[in-house]
């Protein structure tokens, strides 16, 4: 009985461990009917190693997931789609998949501009779904309430581009080269890290760009123009694989021994993460460079994920990985919060974007938490090439120091200092040298500059160039920017000016080839009278313009009519006026002879009285005193509308007296402008002239024969051309003609450099000083020798000075009459009201009848 009971205790023992170990499978199995699948897009180019792996990362997480939690209603099922790298091809793939699947959301893996995230965010708003964007290199990030569903992941492009200014600060740097990928997505990264480092007045001494289609022999020709500049500072920032080339091609050309420092970006950091002879033959290239990598804080988990990743990753493609990116821990996260935000959101119908962007928890990377639509990783650590991988040498934060240390707070991505810290531990640097390279630039390594003089035809004071020398305001205000540029480069600028001239002494080509040919890099930069347009601006770096903006027109002055006084005002106009004048005359002497001594006597005193008075307020010399508040009332109101009338006149005449009056459209009048000048005849056609009109001249001479002739005898009425152009002609002829206005259509006259130019920004800064201090106005008196002043476009506005007439005035008459009609009715009524007694006994009959009386008694004694 013993056994049996004891054999009873034993069964119901193992049906109970039974059950309870396999009732949630069993359940599970039984809910696994149950599940709702839920579609999500995945665009990723499965050809590179980073999509793969960020692939792979992202099929781990949502299999992680529902290990977990697997008695969710929903399972993601990913539907991926292979870009093979092609930016097209992606966009198409999101299409196919929009139409092929009910896609809850699309998850976009690749370097992308900012049209193409621009493009996701809207196709996010159109299909209303969440686009999640792993953009590397980051792009311009766009604001969540622009684009709704758009979620951006991205590496922090201004806490990387603030970390690198860091660094080359905190070794006392003050001159870097910087070598990028010629492509949009690695260009812009580059102008916002020039930007920081000028704020630190660190010298951009060069700007070096690759394509990634550049061959070895391309590569090794670009490295050679780099080692002319000396042992210095290299700032790389391009893709894995062309850094990988790059580095390997330094090393062979002897860039990676003493005296030189190499930084990598957080993307080119990227190459290091393969097992492979290629990738070994890459790291013994890099020693002794230091970089950026995204920090991600250490755990017990991540490490036990990593371990089961490296496993499942060398199982598919035979390849052992070193470390895992950033990205791939992000990417896991982002799946894993997709997946919790999935089931959430469905049994509520709410919007999937707002359930996601609300996920807060503690994930691979750290606190996963997303901040204005965007996750952002911004914290740094910084690192050494050195042997078969890398050591950590120190950290950057976001709060913009550089330390040997950090500590994670308990949130886990909240990183802070150490108290502990200093700076950054020891750097082995290229040639296993611990000293700090110098990363100067010496006098002797500056390449020499081939700047390019193109002859100005006809004006030899802007530009005389021949095969010996080149002369002119533009050649010396060039020597003069590059005086002061070298004073804040501390460092010689070397150049040697290149006659633009073919054998004839005549320019090879015209201005916009000259463009042409230092885009094709022919030449480094152009000294002349080049505008700077914003066409040119897409090939060329401009510098700010030294001469005056705009184009202005200049005709014959008109000053020998001795009747040009009248013409100010037109006749119904000065007779008007001169009514206007005597009816106030008379009001005044109304108001005041009752009462005021000085406007009574004899008739004629009276009248003389009266026209004084009126004309008198021309110069405002009237000496009389008035005596009635009324009259003091009309003379105020006329005082202000002679001062208006007076003022009228005088800038009409003075318009008038300067210019001759034309009219540029009609057909009568032709106008000039300078030969083989797109710019000037670019905007004649602009202000809609007949080409039938133009005329073509090419020198200040021919300018004034053409003007001196007029539009009647085989010349022109007026010329149209830039300021600079001008001010030389009127340095001559200033005497018989001005300009009558001009318009800001154009930008002036500018330096033109290879795109990329360091020298840029320092030979605009050295611009600015002299026009400050008056050198450029120096300059420009000596070369163009102006005897006087030409009328502005601030003394005549218009080409067409017209008289002015009554329709211009007749408000200001109509206030001024009714003032004086107002104060005297009031006047009078107040007099009639005080002798209202003797109105009422008034007897008009009486008065008549004794006044006729009067005259018959008068003639009778007389006769």
Same mark, same amino acid.
């Not at 193992?14 to 696994?32: G, H, M, R, T, V």
């Not at 000028?198 to 590569?219: C, F, P, R, T």
């Given at each position: 009985?013993?056994?049996?009971?004891?054999?009873?205790?034993?069964?119901?023992?193992?049906?109970?461990?039974?059950?309870?170990?396999?009732?949630?499978?069993?359940?599970?199995?039984?809910?696994?009917?149950?599940?709702? %699948?839920?579609?999500?897009?995945?665009?990723?180019?499965?050809?590179?190693?980073?999509?793969?792996?960020?692939?792979?990362?992202?099929?781990? +997480?949502?299999?992680?997931?529902?290990?977990?939690?697997?008695?969710?209603?929903?399972?993601?099922?990913?539907?991926?789609?292979? =870009?093979?790298?092609?930016?097209?091809?992606?966009?198409?793939?999101?299409?196919?998949?929009?139409?092929?699947?009910?896609?809850?959301?699309?998850?976009?893996?690749?370097?992308?501009?900012?049209?193409?995230?621009?493009?996701?965010?809207?196709?996010?708003?159109?299909?209303?779904?969440?686009?999640?964007?792993?953009?590397?290199?980051? $792009?311009?990030?766009?604001?969540?309430?622009?684009?709704?569903?758009?979620?951006?992941?991205?590496?922090?492009?201004?806490?990387?581009?603030?970390?690198? #200014?860091?660094?080359?600060? #905190?070794?006392?740097?003050?001159?870097?080269?910087?070598?990028?990928?010629?492509?949009?997505?690695?260009?812009?990264?580059?102008?916002?890290?020039?930007?920081?480092?000028?704020?630190?007045?660190?010298?951009?001494?060069?700007?070096?760009?690759?394509?990634?289609?550049?061959?070895?022999?391309?590569?090794?020709?670009?490295?050679?123009?780099?080692?002319?500049?000396?042992?210095?500072?290299?700032?790389?920032?391009?893709?894995?694989?062309?850094?990988?080339?790059?580095?390997?091609?330094?090393?062979?050309?002897?860039?990676?021994?003493?005296?030189?420092?190499?930084?990598? $970006?957080?993307?080119?950091?990227?190459?290091?993460?393969?097992?492979?002879?290629?990738?070994?033959?890459?790291?013994?290239?890099?020693?002794?460079?230091?970089?950026?990598?995204?920090?991600?804080?250490?755990?017990?988990?991540?490490?036990?994920?990593?371990?089961?990743?490296?496993?499942?990753?060398?199982?598919?493609?035979?390849?052992?990985?070193?470390?895992?990116?950033?990205?791939?821990?992000?990417?896991?996260?982002?799946?894993?919060?997709?997946?919790?935000?999935?089931?959430?959101?469905?049994?509520?119908?709410?919007?999937?974007?707002?359930?996601?962007?609300?996920?807060?928890?503690?994930?691979?990377?750290?606190?996963?938490?997303?901040?204005?639509?965007?996750?952002?990783?911004?914290?740094?650590?910084?690192?050494?090439?050195?042997?078969?991988?890398?050591?950590?040498?120190?950290?950057?934060?976001?709060?913009?120091?550089?330390?040997?240390?950090?500590?994670?707070?308990?949130?886990?991505?909240?990183?802070?200092?150490?108290?502990?810290?200093?700076?950054?531990?020891?750097?082995?640097?290229?040639?296993?040298?611990?000293?700090?390279?110098?990363?100067?630039?010496?006098?002797?390594?500056?390449?020499?500059?081939?700047?390019?003089?193109?002859?100005?035809?006809?004006?030899?004071?802007?530009?005389?160039?021949?095969?010996?020398?080149?002369?002119?305001?533009?050649?010396?205000?060039?020597?003069?920017?590059?005086?002061?540029?070298?004073?804040?480069?501390?460092?010689?600028?070397?150049?040697?000016?290149?006659?633009?001239?073919?054998?004839?002494?005549?320019?090879?080509?015209?201005?916009? %080839?000259?463009?042409?040919?230092?885009?094709?890099?022919?030449?480094?930069?152009?000294?002349?009278?080049?505008?700077?347009?914003?066409?040119?601006?897409?090939?060329?770096?401009?510098?700010?313009?030294?001469?005056?903006?705009?184009?202005?027109?200049? +005709?014959?002055?008109?000053?020998?009519?001795?009747?040009?006084?009248?013409?100010?005002?037109?006749?119904?106009?000065?007779?008007?006026?001169?009514?206007?004048?005597?009816?106030?005359?008379?009001?005044?002497?109304?108001?005041?002879?009752?009462?005021?001594?000085?406007?009574?006597?004899?008739?004629?005193?009276?009248?003389?009285?009266?026209?004084?008075?009126?004309?008198?307020?021309?110069?405002?010399?009237?000496?009389?005193?008035?005596?009635?508040?009324?009259?003091?009332?009309?003379?105020?109101?006329?005082?202000?509308?002679?001062?208006?009338?007076?003022?009228?006149?005088?800038?009409?005449?003075?318009?008038?007296?300067?210019?001759?009056?034309?009219?540029?459209?009609?057909?009568?009048?032709?106008?000039?402008?300078?030969?083989?000048?797109?710019? $000037?005849?670019?905007?004649?056609?602009?202000?809609?002239?007949?080409? =039938?009109?133009?005329?073509?001249?090419?020198?200040?001479?021919?300018?004034?024969? #053409?003007?001196?002739?007029?539009?009647?005898?085989?010349?022109?009425?007026?010329?149209?051309?830039?300021?600079?152009?001008?001010?030389?002609?009127?340095?001559?002829?200033?005497?018989?003609?001005?300009?009558?206005?001009?318009?800001?259509?154009?930008?002036?006259?500018?330096?033109?450099?290879?795109?990329?130019?360091?020298?840029?920004?320092?030979?605009?800064?050295?611009?600015?000083?002299?026009? %400050?201090?008056?050198?450029?106005?120096?300059?420009?008196?000596?070369?163009?020798?102006?005897?006087?002043?030409?009328?502005?476009?601030?003394?005549?506005?218009?080409?067409?000075?017209?008289?002015?007439?009554?329709?211009?005035?007749?408000?200001?008459?109509?206030?001024?009459?009714?003032?004086?009609?107002? #104060?005297?009715?009031?006047?009078?009524?107040?007099?009639?009201?005080?002798?209202?007694?003797?109105?009422?006994?008034?007897?008009?009959?009486?008065?008549?009848?004794?006044?006729?009386?009067?005259?018959?008694?008068?003639?009778?004694?007389?006769?």
């Amino acid at each position: 009985m013993e056994i049996k009971k004891k054999t009873r205790i034993f069964c119901r023992l193992y049906l109970f461990i039974f059950f309870s170990f396999n009732a949630p499978i069993i359940l599970l199995a039984q809910l696994d009917k149950s599940h709702v %699948e839920i579609d999500v897009g995945l665009i990723v180019d499965m050809g590179s190693w980073e999509g793969r792996m960020m692939q792979s990362s992202i099929s781990m +997480a949502i299999s992680d997931f529902y290990s977990v939690n697997g008695y969710y209603k929903t399972r993601i099922v990913l539907r991926t789609s292979d =870009s093979k790298g092609q930016h097209l091809l992606a966009i198409s793939s999101a299409f196919d998949l929009l139409e092929n699947f009910n896609l809850k959301a699309i998850i976009f893996i690749g370097a992308q501009s900012s049209m193409e995230t621009k493009f996701l965010g809207e196709l996010g708003d159109k299909a209303k779904i969440p686009i999640i964007s792993f953009s590397t290199p980051s $792009t311009s990030p766009f604001s969540n309430k622009l684009y709704p569903y758009l979620v951006q992941i991205a590496q922090d492009e201004t806490s990387q581009v603030a970390a690198i #200014a860091a660094i080359v600060e #905190a070794f006392k740097w003050k001159n870097v080269i910087t070598i990028h990928e010629d492509s949009d997505e690695w260009r812009v990264f580059i102008l916002h890290l020039v930007e920081s480092l000028q704020d630190k007045n660190i010298h951009i001494a060069y700007k070096s760009s690759l394509a990634v289609s550049s061959a070895d022999n391309q590569i090794n020709e670009e490295l050679n123009k780099l080692m002319a500049f000396g042992p210095t500072v290299f700032i790389v920032h391009m893709s894995p694989i062309l850094a990988s080339r790059l580095f390997m091609s330094a090393k062979k050309l002897g860039m990676m021994k003493k005296g030189y420092a190499w930084i990598l $970006t957080v993307n080119s950091m990227n190459m290091n993460h393969l097992h492979s002879t290629r990738s070994f033959e890459v790291m013994d290239s890099m020693q002794g460079v230091i970089g950026l990598k995204s920090y991600v804080p250490p755990s017990k988990e991540l490490h036990n994920f990593t371990s089961r990743w490296r496993k499942k990753f060398l199982l598919e493609t035979d390849m052992e990985v070193m470390e895992l990116t950033p990205f791939c821990i992000l990417a896991y996260d982002v799946a894993w919060g997709l997946a919790k935000a999935v089931e959430r959101a469905r049994p509520k119908e709410i919007l999937l974007i707002e359930i996601l962007l609300r996920s807060n928890f503690k994930g691979l990377s750290g606190d996963f938490q997303f901040i204005n639509g965007k996750l952002d990783l911004n914290a740094f650590e910084i690192v050494n090439m050195i042997g078969k991988g890398e050591r950590r040498v120190g950290f950057w934060t976001p709060e913009g120091k550089i330390a040997g240390e950090l500590y994670s707070s308990i949130h886990g991505r909240e990183l802070s200092l150490s108290n502990t810290s200093g700076g950054l531990e020891d750097i082995i640097w290229p040639g296993g040298s611990a000293t700090i390279p110098k990363g100067s630039v010496t006098k002797m390594s500056i390449r020499k500059l081939r700047i390019a003089v193109p002859r100005s035809v006809g004006f030899p004071e802007l530009v005389n160039v021949d095969r010996r020398s080149a002369t002119g305001f533009c050649i010396d205000v060039f020597k003069a920017a590059i005086e002061k540029a070298e004073l804040e480069l501390e460092l010689e600028v070397d150049y040697e000016f290149m006659p633009f001239l073919n054998a004839t002494g005549k320019n090879i080509g015209t201005y916009s %080839e000259l463009i042409d040919e230092i885009y094709l890099k022919k030449y480094d930069g152009a000294v002349g009278d080049i505008t700077m347009t914003a066409n040119r601006s897409l090939y060329v770096d401009f510098t700010i313009p030294y001469t005056d903006l705009g184009v202005g027109t200049i +005709a014959p002055k008109n000053n020998k009519n001795m009747w040009i006084f009248l013409k100010p005002l037109t006749g119904d106009l000065w007779l008007s006026s001169a009514g206007l004048f005597i009816l106030t005359g008379i009001v005044i002497w109304l108001i005041e002879r009752p009462i005021n001594n000085e406007f009574q006597g004899p008739i004629s005193h009276q009248i003389g009285m009266i026209f004084w008075f009126s004309f008198s307020t021309l110069a405002f010399a009237h000496k009389e005193k008035l005596l009635s508040n009324f009259s003091r009332f009309v003379v105020i109101v006329w005082v202000f509308v002679v001062l208006i009338l007076t003022s009228s006149y005088t800038a009409t005449l003075t318009s008038m007296i300067t210019v001759q009056q034309i009219q540029l459209n009609s057909k009568e009048n032709y106008i000039g402008y300078q030969t083989d000048s797109s710019i $000037t005849r670019g905007v004649i056609s602009n202000l809609n002239f007949r080409n =039938s009109n133009l005329r073509p001249f090419c020198s200040p001479e021919e300018y004034a024969n #053409a003007l001196s002739r007029g539009s009647k005898k085989g010349g022109v009425s007026a010329i149209i051309d830039e300021i600079p152009y001008i001010k030389i002609f009127l340095a001559k002829y200033s005497a018989d003609y001005a300009m009558i206005g001009s318009t800001s259509t154009t930008n002036g006259f500018a330096f033109a450099f290879r795109k990329g130019s360091s020298l840029v920004p320092y030979m605009s800064r050295a611009i600015a000083k002299l026009r %400050e201090n008056g050198k450029l106005m120096k300059l420009e008196h000596e070369w163009f020798k102006r005897q006087s002043t030409f009328a502005s476009e601030d003394d005549d506005p218009s080409s067409v000075v017209k008289p002015l007439t009554l329709d211009s005035f007749r408000g200001l008459f109509l206030i001024s009459g009714v003032s004086s009609a107002l #104060a005297l009715a009031v006047l009078y009524s107040f007099k009639l009201y005080k002798n209202w007694h003797f109105v009422k006994n008034f007897n008009l009959k009486d008065i008549m009848w004794g006044r006729i009386k009067f005259v018959k008694e008068y003639l009778s004694i007389n006769n």
